[in-house]
Structures are given as structure tokens and as C-alpha cells.
């Protein structure tokens, strides 16, 4: 098996990660603030854009191992558009953006990235989702490229919200809080960064729609998100200590739609076993016959309940509403338009009520 498709075997499973890889810091003269939007002079407004990158090819999330298959597909098609000249960075498993353009207030094209250690997760299993990996902010002038690129190619898609002098202050507050408390440091899928705990390339962006309080999580959630149980028998970790970082995105939604979480605050105890890719146990992400790992039934639940955000379905999401010419989506009137070959929806959240920072709410389906 060629070194680049066993590490596309191990990123695919990293499935919070959705391409989301190794760049520097940026350098944003980053200062605190307050938790709470600026009580001053709003002075000017401006516009803060969510940059959807899809993946190179359609993911196929119905089992561990066609997740696997098709995101190695993905990587292949991503591969053949960078030859091709459509992108500069093929993003396997998608990738969010975030930019923001105020009067004398901005945030540089970034997002969180991280990885640099996938081959240490190649016998995971789902685990390789579970890690915690080093973590930064993209430097624009690494990523600016790559945005440009898919510019013309139509391969990149944004969600445009115009907003208020006070708003752009809000929201530059929050991610100077975000690095000021070192999250940026910390990937994994499990992480909130409204909780400071780190994050992956999907929930940092959408952050930034909660913190502005642009739409209501309870419209967008079902939509934008996948809500998973994940067995514990398909989840190892195989040269580590045999134990994952508690976050809050543990949690997911049963059949009846109740909200099901992990214990707060504990680390998940899983197998130190390998599993090879391939292994029937991927077959399924949980069954009757998952047992517990290293550890008695009664101390920590068989399965491990997981929602996050996935590009895909938010690019999906864009395209959908722009082909139908904007209008009325998720309590915002939207409008359309393009850059390039890209498509883009925007709308006015100057009437927006800001949000505090920190989220002490559990359920992603609710406000």
C-alpha cells in the first residue's frame, strides 16, 4: 500500500479533522477583551464570510469502512484537481474558512488546522477520531492560494453576513479569547471552542455563526451536522495510553430524538488492540455485540455518542439555497451571488444579537 493512501486510510477516520492540516500561526496582534459585544461607538460595519470547502469527491458516512473507501476516493479526486489547477490544496474531508472585513477591525482569512501525526492512528480504527493533535490557526498567506484557486473553479462556497461596527468587535473578541486561552492549540472532533477546548475546522467556523447569533442552532443543526453512536469495539488506541480527552461534542441524538452525552468531564477508556483497516469491525459504527473496552460496563457507557459539524453538507446546504435564488432560510432572508465560479448567499445580520463567548448549552439543537 503506497504511504499516501495508508494516511488517507488514517485522515479519513479523523473525521472532525475534514482535511484541516499544518500551517504556522497567524500573527493577528491578538489583545483580550471583554466576553460581552463593545458598549462603545459602533462605528462602521462591515461583513464576515464562512468559506465552505467540500470535499474532492462525495463521502459515504454509512458505515466506518465506507467512510474510509470513499474518502480515499476523495483524496484521489482532490490529488487530480490540484494537477489541474482547480485548487492548491486538495482537503480530503472538507475544510471552513472564516474571514472578517470591518472598519479598522478584521480577522485575516484563518480557520483551525492541525493534524501532523496520522500515521501514529493508522490502527485506530474510529479512534483516529478521538485523538488530540496539535493544533494552529492557517496563516492567510498559506491558504489565500487555495482559496483563489477554488474561486475560479467553483469549489469553495460562502455564506456572506453583513454586520454592525459593535458586531465585527464581538467577533474579533472572541477569537483573540479563543488564542489567548491556547484552544487553537488542541484538534480533535470531540472539542467545543466555545468551551475553550480546542476544535476541528468545522466547529470553529460555525462558532462564529453562534457567537453572532446570525441563526438559530436549532434551524441549522439537523442540517449542517452528523449525530453518530460509536461503538467501542471499533475504537482503539493502539501506542497511546488507552484513553481519549474528554469534549463536549460528545453527544448525539437517539432515535427519539432525545439528547444522549457522554459524561461530562470523563475520558473515554478504550482497547490498546489494533485495528487494521479493513477489519469487519468497521463494517458498522455500533451492533448488540459491542462489549466494553479496558473497563467494567458500569463505569463508562459501551458507545460513544458524537455530532459534528461536516462541510459537506454545509457546502450542500449553500448550494441548495442559491440555486433556488435565495429567500427565506433558517429565520434569513438571503440573496446570490458569485465570485468566479463560486457561489455565494448572503444576508443582513445587523440585526443580530450577540452571544456570549462561552456556551453553557449541551444540546446543539437548542438556541
Not at 489583545?31 to 470547502?53: E, H
Not at 468566479?340 to 445587523?350: Q, Y
Given at each position: 500500500m503506497k504511504t499516501s493512501t495508508r494516511a488517507a486510510l488514517s485522515l479519513v477516520l479523523t473525521a472532525s479533522a475534514f482535511g484541516c492540516r499544518g500551517t504556522a500561526p497567524i500573527d493577528?496582534?491578538?489583545?483580550?477583551?471583554?466576553?460581552?459585544?463593545?458598549?462603545?461607538?459602533?462605528?462602521?460595519?462591515?461583513?464576515?464570510?464562512?468559506?465552505?470547502?467540500?470535499?474532492?469527491?462525495?463521502?459515504?458516512w454509512t458505515t466506518p469502512t465506507t467512510l474510509t473507501k470513499s474518502s480515499v476516493a476523495s483524496k484521489l479526486k482532490g490529488e487530480l484537481a490540484k494537477q489541474l489547477g482547480r485548487v492548491k490544496l486538495p482537503h480530503p474531508i472538507g475544510h471552513l474558512h472564516v474571514k472578517m472585513s470591518c472598519d479598522g477591525v478584521e480577522i485575516p482569512l484563518t480557520g483551525q488546522t492541525g493534524g501532523g501525526s496520522e500515521y501514529a492512528t493508522l490502527l485506530d480504527g474510529v479512534g483516529a477520531s478521538f485523538h488530540t493533535f496539535p493544533g494552529d490557526l492557517d496563516v492567510t498567506a498559506a491558504v489565500q492560494p487555495d482559496v483563489d484557486a477554488r474561486l475560479k473553479s467553483g469549489k469553495i462556497a460562502g455564506m456572506n453576513f453583513k454586520i454592525t461596527g459593535k458586531m465585527c468587535k464581538h467577533l474579533k473578541g472572541y477569537i483573540d479569547e479563543y488564542v489567548k486561552r491556547g484552544a487553537h492549540k488542541y484538534y480533535g472532533g470531540q472539542f467545543r471552542p466555545r468551551r475553550w477546548e480546542g476544535a476541528g475546522c468545522s466547529a470553529f467556523g460555525v462558532s462564529f455563526i453562534e457567537v453572532g447569533g446570525f441563526m438559530r442552532r436549532s434551524l441549522y443543526t439537523k442540517?449542517?451536522?452528523?449525530?453518530?453512536?460509536?461503538?467501542?469495539?471499533?475504537?482503539?488506541?493502539?501506542?497511546?495510553?488507552?484513553?481519549?480527552?474528554?469534549?463536549?461534542?460528545?453527544?448525539?441524538?437517539?432515535?427519539?430524538?432525545?439528547?444522549?452525552?457522554?459524561?461530562?468531564?470523563?475520558?473515554?477508556?478504550?482497547?490498546?488492540?489494533?485495528?487494521?483497516?479493513?477489519?469487519?469491525?468497521?463494517?458498522?459504527?455500533?451492533?448488540?455485540?459491542?462489549?466494553?473496552?479496558?473497563?467494567?460496563?458500569?463505569?463508562?457507557?459501551?458507545?460513544?455518542?458524537?455530532?459534528?459539524?461536516?462541510?459537506?453538507?454545509?457546502?450542500?446546504?449553500?448550494?441548495?439555497?442559491?440555486?433556488?435564488?435565495?429567500?427565506?432560510?433558517?429565520?434569513?432572508?438571503?440573496?446570490?451571488?458569485?465570485?468566479?465560479?463560486?457561489?455565494?448567499?448572503?444576508?443582513?445580520?445587523?440585526?443580530?444579537?450577540?452571544?456570549?463567548?462561552?456556551?453553557?448549552?449541551?444540546?446543539?439543537?437548542?438556541?
Open positions: 493577528s496582534g491578538l489583545k483580550d477583551q471583554s466576553g460581552t459585544a463593545d458598549t462603545g461607538t459602533d462605528g462602521a460595519g462591515g461583513v464576515i464570510s464562512i468559506l465552505v470547502i467540500p470535499p474532492g469527491g462525495p463521502l459515504d442540517t449542517f451536522a452528523r449525530s453518530l453512536f460509536i461503538g467501542l469495539g471499533r475504537v482503539t488506541d493502539f501506542i497511546g495510553s488507552g484513553q481519549f480527552t474528554y469534549g463536549s461534542n460528545l453527544n448525539a441524538y437517539d432515535e427519539n430524538g432525545a439528547l444522549v452525552q457522554w459524561p461530562k468531564g470523563v475520558n473515554v477508556k478504550v482497547l490498546n488492540e489494533p485495528i487494521k483497516p479493513g477489519s469487519p469491525w468497521l463494517k458498522a459504527w455500533t451492533d448488540d455485540k459491542d462489549a466494553s473496552a479496558n473497563v467494567a460496563p458500569s463505569e463508562q457507557p459501551n458507545q460513544i455518542p458524537w455530532t459534528i459539524y461536516d462541510p459537506e453538507l454545509m457546502f450542500n446546504w449553500i448550494q441548495g439555497v442559491h440555486a433556488a435564488g435565495g429567500g427565506e432560510v433558517f429565520g434569513r432572508n438571503w440573496t446570490t451571488s458569485t465570485q468566479g465560479a463560486a457561489r455565494f448567499i448572503e444576508t443582513d445580520a445587523t440585526d443580530a444579537v450577540p452571544q456570549p463567548w462561552e456556551d453553557a448549552q449541551d444540546d446543539l439543537n437548542l438556541d
